[in-house]
Nanobody, 123 residues
């Protein structure tokens, strides 16, 4: 199983970015998938999660600004990020796996598959 993130970059505050996570070798539709991020000097935190039934959940800090979605045909997870703030900057990781609770609060280590991350800079 391989998860490869893309779409990171540098953007000005209030701008937008769309991150993608291409999943290969994964029984895609039946797992929880999530986005995490780690800012400079901060602990890694969950941002958004999408369950196998399509239900989504978000960290309070991104509600109303970020949207998680997936395309089962393309085996790709997305994170649409709008109204970006400097505090949104960091490395963004996608994760997939069978977890007890498919929510952003679930630990990154609980996911059986994790990507290498893509960098987001907000100035």
């Amino acid at each position: 199983v391989q998860l490869v993130e893309s779409g990171g970059g540098s953007v000005q505050a209030v701008g937008s970015l769309r991150l993608s996570c291409a999943a290969s070798g994964l029984t895609y539709p039946r797992v929880c998938m999530a986005w995490f991020r780690q800012g400079p000097g901060k602990e890694r935190e969950g941002v958004a999660a999408i369950d196998s039934d399509g239900s989504t959940s978000y960290a309070d800090s991104v509600k109303g600004r970020f949207t998680i979605s997936k395309d089962n045909d393309k085996n790709t997870l997305y994170l649409e990020m709008n109204s970006l703030k400097p505090e949104d900057a960091g490395t963004y990781y996608c994760a997939a796996g069978y977890v007890y609770n498919c929510r952003p609060g679930t630990r990154f280590a609980a996911f059986g598959h994790r990507g290498q991350g893509t960098q987001v800079t907000v100035s």
